[in-house]
């Protein structure tokens, strides 16, 4: 199995040299090897998670490890889904490096078995995991669209447009690709509460603890619920959907790491060493 984990970061660090390779060269080509890299390193990266789902019985998510694999798992599957419905292929440069590094990270931490406890065991834990692991992975890459709107902007705005201007596509396509991601994400992320909801009235007998990461997942999930009130309402697109995408993924980075770490909570259980 560790040799399984090298050969899919192996594909992935693969992927990313396939993708800036693109971004510099512009033949598409390397995009499609690109591509096909990063599918190959999800499928291997999938064959990982569902040993590990077969050897201790629930979804593997009880350390660091663990939950940060599953978090590059989803950022690549939700990149190829997205890549298949919307052919933007230019955010393999932001996609591919982001699996890449994820799953680095999570290989330098400890992997020896802990002892599994019942309140792993539960198919509203594995409903509430994959929901918001792809909602997740959603909003991750709503923020790569989004800074990738922010530079082409400055690009068609300069006098002179260079290297960016060339190579990203249309303000447009950008714009739409990242709402979708935002569409996405939040669908996920409502079912992944609801669900998490359901598992923690049959685990801890209530529905809602006021634990740090309930609170701030409902903090994410009033922040993303804005952004689409305002984009239906008021209208918000453009730069200002962007910067809130960015912000957006910010709150989510310190909802999924930030908040075990510096707050106590029974969610610690799912991120520990």
Request: hydrophobic residues 55%; positive net charge; glycine residues 8%.
């Amino acid at each position: 199995m560790e040799l399984l984990i090298i050969i899919t970061i192996l594909f992935y660090m693969l992927s990313t040299v396939g993708y800036f390779a693109y971004l510099f060269l512009q033949k598409n080509f390397l995009q499609r090897v690109a591509f096909y890299l990063l599918m190959a390193g999800f499928l291997c990266h999938s064959a990982v998670i569902g040993y590990g789902f077969v050897r201790s019985g629930h979804i593997p998510i009880h350390n660091l490890y663990e939950t940060l694999s599953i978090a590059g798992w989803a950022i690549a599957g939700v990149f190829l889904i997205l890549q298949y419905k919307f052919k933007l292929k230019i955010l393999g440069i932001y996609a591919a490096p982001l699996a890449t590094l994820v799953m680095i990270i999570a290989s330098q931490l400890p992997r020896e078995p802990v002892q599994v406890k019942n309140i792993f065991k539960s198919f509203w834990l594995i409903v509430h995991v994959i929901t918001i692991f792809i909602g997740e992975a959603s909003f991750a890459l709503a923020c790569g669209v989004g800074l990738l709107y922010l530079i082409q902007e400055h690009a068609i705005k300069s006098k002179h447009h260079g290297f960016f201007f060339r190579r990203l596509p249309s303000l447009e396509l950008l714009d739409t690709t990242g709402y979708a991601c935002i569409i996405a994400g939040f669908t996920m992320l409502t079912l992944g509460l609801i669900s998490g909801f359901v598992y923690a009235k049959l685990v801890w007998g209530k529905f809602w603890s006021w634990d740090p990461k309930e609170v701030w997942s409902g903090i994410t999930w009033l922040l993303y619920a804005a952004l689409l009130h305002q984009r239906l309402a008021v209208g918000w697109r453009g730069r200002r959907a962007a910067i809130m995408a960015i912000i957006g993924f910010a709150v989510v980075l310190f909802t999924f790491l930030g908040v075990n770490f510096l707050l106590h909570g029974h969610h610690g259980e799912f991120t520990r060493l």
